[in-house]
């Protein structure tokens, strides 16, 4: 497990489309998502990808963003853009890296917490999440993009 850095972005961006595309059936532009990546690691104090690194290659990622928050005086890491490669899942690879951030966490004083988002249908990652101690919260999830913001390819149906 490390830190990513600038030599991991297209894999990343690879792992992004992947995922948009298994669990949500979207494809994202490529050349936004990669943008994306790269400027996401280039500025460091807007969080960091963790990766899980093999012999032959990264097996998967995640990406950590932080929420202050003032009732409890501290940030939330949020967990997103969870990929693991398919040949690698179910065999405590996201696990692992899950436990990693918790002692990363315990390092940093700032850190009150965890919170991530995930698909409704995304039953499999809900009972994984559940099984390290996760709950489900009474928050839903509400978005508005601004005008003119475009990150899907065009549909082709």
């Not at 807007?46 to 032959?56: D, I, N, S, T």
């Not at 179910?90 to 940093?108: I, P, W």
């Not at 850190?111 to 928050?139: H, I």
């Amino acid at each position: 497990m490390r830190k990513a850095t600038a030599k991991d972005a297209n894999a990343i961006a690879q792992f992004n489309s992947a995922m948009a595309l298994e669990t949500e059936g979207k494809r994202l532009m490529p050349q936004v998502i990669g943008a994306g990546v790269a400027n996401f690691i280039a500025n460091p104090e807007r969080g960091f990808y963790l990766v899980c690194e093999g012999e032959l290659g990264l097996k998967a990622c995640l990406m950590v963003t932080t929420e202050w928050s003032d009732w409890r005086n501290g940030n939330f890491w949020w967990i997103q853009s969870v990929y693991v490669k398919p040949e690698f899942r179910q065999q405590g690879v996201y696990r692992a890296m899950y436990e990693h951030l918790k002692t990363l966490a315990l390092a940093d004083a700032n850190v009150c917490g965890f919170r991530l988002y995930v698909e409704k249908e995304n039953v499999t990652a809900q009972k994984t999440y559940r099984s390290l101690g996760m709950s489900e919260t009474d928050y839903l999830m509400f978005e508005e993009l601004k005008q003119g913001v475009e990150f899907l390819l065009p549909s082709t149906s």
